[in-house]
Nanobody, 122 residues
Framework: QVQLVESGGGSVQAGGSLRLSCANSGRTFIDYAMGWFRQAPGKEREFVAAINRSGGSTYYADSVKGRFTISRDNAKNTVYLQMNSLKPEDTAVYYC???????????????WGQGTQITVSS
């Protein structure tokens, strides 16, 4: 089975960096595309980044291109989100998700982590 657990969240000043990890306790991680989504207070959940099963293709929201990098290590059953040059607008709860395709819609993902809070201060 798939059980996703995020880690690495916290508070940082604008311009700083954080690295999120999402680990799967099961052994079927390699069978899924992975995505990162975020939800800020009062806003709907939005797409951040996604990566296909092999890790050879990545996708990013325009708002994070050039600043965030998604990667995965299938041997460790873990997906990462490196976040650089963080802005206050990046403040949100970040969720990792597993699905069949690295789509931009949350509806396409089957399994979700519980989320981790990212707070970026000015």
């Amino acid at each position: 089975q798939v059980q996703l657990v995020e880690s690495g969240g916290g508070s940082v000043q604008a311009g700083g960096s954080l690295r999120l990890s999402c680990a799967n306790s099961g052994r079927t991680f390699i069978d899924y595309a992975m995505g990162w989504f975020r939800q800020a207070p009062g806003k709907e959940r939005e797409f951040v980044a996604a990566i296909n099963r092999s890790g050879g293709s990545t996708y990013y929201a325009d708002s994070v291109k050039g600043r965030f990098t998604i990667s995965r290590d299938n041997a460790k059953n873990t997906v990462y989100l490196q976040m650089n040059s963080l802005k206050p607008e990046d403040t949100a709860v970040y969720y990792c998700a597993a699905g069949l395709l690295p789509g931009v819609s949350g509806a396409g993902y089957i399994h979700w982590g519980q989320g981790t809070q990212i707070t970026v201060s000015s």
